[in-house]
């Protein structure tokens, strides 16, 4: 097994003209797979940068019923895991620090990496909020591909990323679960199979416990168990399942990617350190976000139609107002100047504000020489 580490992580090697077959396409195809660990404290700390390097949970209030829905990597390490009780946590280690769901931010967050993404490759097909598969044409291409995301994804957005590459989407996602600390796990369609091997049966997805349980009760309790039963076999076994763990134990899933569409609508948002009734101050932060905006319309290389403005009063009263523009715009300024027209038309200043969000929707292709603009930014 050592030698087959060994060979596999060097990524070395030629494809297979079984693996050809199996593609139902391109044969050099690459799957990557990305994924953020602890998406959302991952945000938390990337947003505060005061919190990096400290153990965070996302969930609410500690001092309240509730359960972790996020943790961070150092909170990992200490034991913390996601349906942790929150109480239970803050009593045990008292140094974690507890952040409240944002989870318009987390989509927006999940946003901003999927442009990135689509910086490398149009095809782009989101897991999750927080995982991503990309194509690669072809295995000498999809190390580079993905080194360079990763780089870009942690010295852009401050977001630390796991990958790992192989001819599927199952394939890449396990290489990215067992490799070292650091490194970017490549498994080629040729080793495909004896990569899978040594996995055991649970690892294959929608092979739960209970049918995990009947295939041992046959003698059938790895992978590699699995890769030598006869597909007839296996239906006798588990029935209409048979065909889909069959393939994905071969590393036969070979079906394409479904891309995801491009981005509807952007939006930023801001909770105040303290409400506020003062104009300038709102404006000011309207203007950040404006600034957030155009940099997000930069990536999705798009401008935009309608801006759309929430305010959120100190008593939890929201309002929302917006304005659709003859010609789409996708400048700080031009979104800024729409936004401070549009919080004029609230009773901010009148009323102290807690939270405000700014939205851009209709979105669209800009002109070629406004194209050329936003590729400046980058």
Request: hydrophobic share 40%; proline share 5%.
């Amino acid at each position: 097994m050592d030698a087959l580490d060994r060979r596999l992580e060097s990524g070395g090697g030629r494809l297979g003209a079984q693996s050809a077959e199996r593609s139902g396409g391109n044969p050099r195809r690459m799957i990557i797979f990305l994924h953020v660990p602890g998406f959302y404290a991952a945000v938390e700390q990337a947003d505060h940068p005061a919190l990096r390097g400290r153990p965070v949970v996302v969930g609410g209030d500690p001092r309240k019923r509730g359960a972790v829905t996020s943790a961070s990597v150092e909170a990992r390490t200490h034991g913390i895991s996601e349906g942790m009780e929150l109480r239970e946590v803050r009593e045990r280690w008292p140094e974690t620090e507890f952040r409240p769901t944002r989870l318009p931010r987390y989509r927006e967050a999940s946003a901003e990496v999927r442009a990135i993404l689509r910086e490398g490759t149009e095809r782009v097909e989101a897991a999750s909020l927080d995982s991503f598969y990309l194509e690669a044409s072809e295995h000498s291409v999809s190390l580079s591909l993905a080194a360079e995301l990763c780089v870009r994804l942690k010295a852009e957005l401050a977001l630390e990323v796991v990958a790992g590459i192989g001819p599927t989407r199952f394939v890449s996602q396990l290489a990215s679960r067992h490799h070292a600390a650091g490194e970017i796990r490549q498994v080629l369609a040729s080793e495909a199979e004896a990569f899978l091997s040594q996995f055991p049966l649970t690892e294959i997805w929608g092979l739960g416990p209970s049918t995990a349980e009947k295939l041992a009760q046959n003698g059938i309790h790895k992978i590699v168990d699995l890769q030598q039963t006869p597909l007839v076999e296996l239906q006798r076994l588990v029935g209409r399942n048979a065909s889909r763990f069959y393939n994905l134990a071969r590393a036969a899933d070979r079906e394409p990617l479904r891309p995801s569409p491009a981005a509807k609508s952007l939006s930023q948002e801001r909770t105040l350190r303290e409400p506020s009734v003062d104009l300038r101050t709102l404006g000011d932060d309207l203007l950040e976000l404006a600034a957030g905006l155009e940099t997000m319309l930069a990536r999705e290389r798009r401008a935009a139609r309608t801006v759309g403005l929430g305010v959120r009063y100190v008593n939890g009263d929201q309002v929302t107002r917006t304005r659709t523009l003859q010609v789409p715009i996708h400048g700080r300024n031009e979104i800024g100047e729409v936004a401070l027209e549009l919080l004029a038309r609230t009773q901010a200043g009148a009323r102290r504000c807690r939270r405000l969000r700014l939205q851009v929707t209709n979105l669209c292709r800009p002109d070629r020489g406004d194209e050329a603009r936003q590729l400046r930014l980058f």
